[in-house]
């Protein structure tokens, strides 16, 4: 294993998920470093706090090797935390090369700088969508991935399903201590419009007085984790056994929820919204339903100790709340959501 007294080095820490990986990695006494081809957004700013201003983001694309080299080089990582990625699942349908290049490439290069370059840890971040179908419930991480007649959702479930195998090739061929986090629908303050569940388009325009009127997702149900329990989970898998295993869901055990029940909870959280979420479906949502299932984390809990907070929706979209009413109150901007934005999927 590599030198233990370097920074972790976070792909995709100017964004939602790796801000808040960002916060707790400098919580718990490490120091981080962001690699990101954009700078911080707003809200993730305001998430990482005052340590914004002094930790090192580099900018760059993951599928760009002698940038990414470059910065693994400098920095000398005690391990790599990769949550970057292209997430806009129509257009990586549409240019499925994208997928391969960077959502693939790029967990590739990061893999290839950490195994030249001994760094001790490398989580890479997945998603359920490298399932097409369930077998069976709650799915675990020996659930099959690639079947006889049904494989991973789109270019997108593709390129994060040969991420996943490339890890296991690195792990083979060279001995580099690769882990896997596949989150499902990942939501709190500062998700950014294209998450693929609805939790933003009901909470923000809720709050902000305005009426929400989805034409899709009453029904679709969703194993939601709030991204705090993520960054815990990330936490617990960087100081994990080196026993423990390769691959883990970001989810939160116990029954799904659906976008109906998002909207029902902020209605009550909010008083006065006006909401209103129609139970048709999209065609992602029908192509996605077929592999939505609860999920195992028991080898989370007993190998990594792991224990999420936010184990009912309410409990974390009541905090998603105060924290978006923390951000106005201190002078920050909402979002605006793109014009015609609709949920679009996989997570
Ligand atoms: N949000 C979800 O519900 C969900 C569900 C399943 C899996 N995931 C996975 O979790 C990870 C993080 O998701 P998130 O919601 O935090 O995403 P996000 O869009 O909020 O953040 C991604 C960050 O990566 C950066 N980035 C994008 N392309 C890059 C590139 N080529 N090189 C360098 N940086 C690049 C962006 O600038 C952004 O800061 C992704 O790998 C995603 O596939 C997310």
């Not at 960077?102 to 001994?118: K, P, S």
């Not at 998450?195 to 009426?211: H, I, M, R």
């Not at 989805?214 to 815990?232: E, K, M, T």
């Not at 007993?302 to 999420?308: E, F, R, V, W």
């Amino acid at each position: 294993m590599g030198d233990q007294s370097g920074p972790v080095l976070v792909t995709g820490g100017a964004g939602f998920s790796g801000s808040y990986i960002v916060r707790r990695l400098l919580d718990d006494g490490y120091e981080a470093v962001i690699y990101d081809l954009g700078d911080f957004r707003p809200e993730a700013r305001f998430v990482i706090g005052d340590a914004a201003g002094r930790i090192p983001l580099e900018r760059g694309g993951i599928e760009t090797w002698p940038r990414l080299f470059e910065v693994v080089q400098r920095y000398r990582p005690r391990a790599i935390v990769h949550t970057a990625s292209v997430m806009d699942i129509g257009h990586l349908n549409r240019n499925p090369m994208i997928a391969l290049t960077v959502n693939t490439g790029g967990a590739v290069n990061l893999m290839e700088a950490a195994r030249l370059l001994d760094v001790g840890r490398v989580i890479l971040f997945s998603s359920i969508a490298v399932h097409g179908q369930k077998l069976y419930e709650p799915m675990d991480a020996d659930h099959p991935t690639i079947m006889a007649r049904v494989g991973p959702l789109g270019a997108y479930g593709a390129a994060k399903v040969a991420a996943e195998a490339f890890a296991y090739a690195y792990h083979q061929s060279f001995g580099l201590d690769t882990r896997v986090i596949r989150p499902s629908a990942l939501y709190g303050f500062g998700m950014s419009w294209f998450a693929p569940n609805y939790v933003k388009n009901v909470v923000e325009p809720a709050l902000l007085g305005q009426p929400v009127r989805l034409a899709s997702g009453g029904q679709v149900p969703r194993s939601y984790i709030h991204v705090a329990d993520l960054a815990a989970l990330v936490a617990a898998l960087l100081a994990g056994p080196d026993d423990a295993d390769r691959v883990f869901y970001g989810a939160t055990d116990g029954p799904l929820r659906t976008g109906g029940d998002v909207g029902r909870i902020v209605q009550e959280l909010v008083p006065g919204a006006d909401i209103e979420i129609a139970d048709a479906m999209t065609e992602t949502d029908r192509a996605e339903l077929p592999f939505r299932a609860t999920l195992s984390i028991d080898q989370a809990r007993a190998q990594l100790g792991y224990a999420p907070r936010y184990t009912n929706l309410e409990d974390g979209i009541a905090e998603y709340i105060e924290r978006f009413r923390a951000y106005l109150a201190a002078g920050g901007t909402p979002a605006a959501a793109p014009a015609g934005l609709n949920a679009p999927g996989s997570g």
